[in-house]
Nanobody, 123 residues
Framework: QVQLVESGGGLVQAGGSLRLSCEASGRTFSSYAMGWFRQAPGTEREFVAAISWNGGSTYYRDSVKGRFTISRDNTKNTVYLQMNSLKPEDTAVYYC????????????????WGQGTQVTVSS
């Protein structure tokens, strides 16, 4: 099992940028596929982005393509989500997730979750 801690959330105006970080504990970080999810009030948690264990494959939900970039640094046990051109509809709690299978990340059923970080985009 891996412990995940997100950081980097906050309040930003529409059109602005934020970079979320998720640091993982343990020595097996490089064996995990990683993902970001989000949940706005009154809605279900939704997939945002995923990255394979070596960073060679990335996936995004359609609404963030071209604006968000997921990346990872296995030497720092950290995955990032760079969010540009933020919109009010991006407002949500953002969660980091880890799973051995990239497909389970993309299917929204990873095993390991962080506690979440709030992102608020004002209009």
């Amino acid at each position: 099992q891996v412990q995940l801690v997100e950081s980097g959330g906050g309040l930003v105006q529409a059109g602005g940028s934020l970079r979320l970080s998720c640091e993982a504990s343990g020595r097996t970080f490089s064996s995990y596929a990683m993902g970001w999810f989000r949940q706005a009030p009154g809605t279900e948690r939704e997939f945002v982005a995923a990255i394979s264990w070596n960073g060679g494959s990335t996936y995004y939900r359609d609404s963030v393509k071209g604006r968000f970039t997921i990346s990872r640094d296995n030497t720092k046990n950290t995955v990032y989500l760079q969010m540009n051109s933020l919109k009010p509809e991006d407002t949500a709690v953002y969660y980091c997730a880890a799973e051995g299978s990239l497909n389970r990340i993309r299917s929204g059923v990873p095993t390991n979750w962080g506690q979440g970080t709030q992102v608020t985009v004002s209009s």
